[in-house]
């Protein structure tokens, strides 16, 4: 997919527009549903908001996601179609500065999309992706999202979850593991599930989890501090007051 849009990068909403694009070629190329334009239409009303811009308590739970992450005995980060349209590149980075394991899961699964978005991710950089094998289960969930590879998810302690919906990251909380949620919508049942709600832009989101892992890699005491400055219930007020209030 190219990045080719008829937009100046002078105009003030280019990275919105630059967004649409995005989906709309990843609908195209099979990678995105089309649900997926619904929740990235859902989701940039949030945003504009937000002021299009992380405000500070998302950018304290990005420092504490990345913590988790590389204090993790095996962390992943799942990848649904939405995210590997917007930010496959910046997604293998992540997974490159935390020693994360990168894992297809969709909401509208079949092999054929995740086999795209496997490629896809290939493409930008990635050695291994799992999603693939799909040989084990999330206890409580109906149908194909309940897929997992039990050496991926099934066995993480640390998952970061984008843009997913709700059951599911219920489900992936209850079984015990340290989940971290980017959703724009403070008041979403992902964002109340996570142990770490990063009420943020996934384009901007990502890339500053991936800052903050550089800056808090060898430094334990760095990341344990991260981690207990860190209140996801003050976050979620926080993010819900600025987008009531404007920011």
Same mark, same amino acid.
């Given at each position: 997919?190219?990045?080719?849009?008829?937009?100046?990068?002078? @105009? #003030?909403?280019?990275?919105?527009?630059?967004?649409?694009?995005?989906?709309?070629?990843?609908?195209?190329?099979?990678? /995105?549903? +089309?649900? !997926? $334009?619904?929740?990235?239409?859902?989701?940039?009303?949030?945003?504009?908001?937000? &002021?299009?811009?992380?405000?500070?308590?998302?950018?304290?739970?990005?420092?504490?996601?990345? =913590?988790?992450?590389? %204090?993790?005995? @095996?962390?992943?980060?799942?990848?649904? %179609?939405?995210?590997?349209?917007?930010? #496959?590149?910046?997604?293998?980075?992540?997974?490159?500065?935390?020693?994360?394991?990168?894992?297809?899961?969709?909401?509208?699964?079949?092999?054929?999309?995740?086999? +795209?978005?496997?490629?896809? $991710?290939?493409?930008?950089?990635?050695?291994?992706?799992? &999603?693939?094998?799909?040989? %084990?289960?999330?206890? !409580? $969930?109906? @149908?194909?999202?309940?897929?997992?590879?039990?050496?991926?998810? !099934?066995?993480?302690? *640390?998952?970061?979850? #984008?843009?997913?919906?709700?059951?599911?990251?219920?489900?992936?909380?209850?079984? &015990?593991?340290?989940?971290?949620? *980017?959703?724009?919508?403070?008041?979403?049942?992902?964002? +109340?599930?996570?142990? *770490?709600?990063?009420?943020?832009?996934?384009?901007? =989101?990502? #890339?500053?989890? /991936?800052?903050?892992?550089?800056?808090?890699?060898?430094?334990?005491?760095?990341?344990?501090?991260?981690?207990?400055?860190?209140?996801?219930?003050?976050?979620?007020?926080?993010?819900?007051?600025?987008?009531? &209030?404007?920011?």
């Amino acid at each position: 997919m190219s990045d080719d849009v008829d937009v100046p990068e002078s @105009h #003030p909403r280019y990275e919105s527009l630059l967004t649409r694009h995005r989906i709309e070629a990843g609908v195209d190329a099979g990678i /995105t549903s +089309r649900q !997926g $334009l619904i929740a990235q239409g859902r989701g940039e009303a949030y945003d504009y908001l937000l &002021g299009e811009a992380t405000i500070d308590s998302a950018d304290r739970a990005e420092r504490a996601a990345a =913590a988790y992450l590389l %204090g993790a005995d @095996h962390a992943v980060v799942s990848v649904n %179609g939405n995210a590997a349209a917007l930010v #496959p590149g910046e997604l293998v980075e992540l997974a490159a500065a935390t020693g994360a394991d990168l894992e297809v899961n969709l909401f509208n699964r079949t092999e054929e999309r995740i086999e +795209r978005i496997a490629d896809y $991710l290939r493409e930008h950089g990635a050695d291994e992706v799992k &999603g693939l094998t799909a040989d %084990g289960r999330i206890p !409580g $969930l109906d @149908h194909e999202r309940a897929k997992v590879d039990a050496d991926g998810i !099934g066995d993480a302690d *640390v998952v970061l979850v #984008p843009l997913e919906d709700g059951d599911r990251a219920e489900a992936l909380g209850e079984l &015990g593991k340290t989940e971290l949620v *980017v959703d724009l919508n403070p008041l979403s049942r992902s964002a +109340r599930a996570a142990t *770490v709600p990063i009420v943020d832009n996934i384009i901007r =989101a990502i #890339p500053g989890i /991936t800052a903050h892992a550089r800056d808090l890699a060898d430094d334990a005491d760095a990341q344990r501090a991260a981690i207990e400055r860190f209140d996801a219930d003050a976050a979620l007020s926080d993010a819900e007051a600025a987008i009531r &209030g404007g920011v």
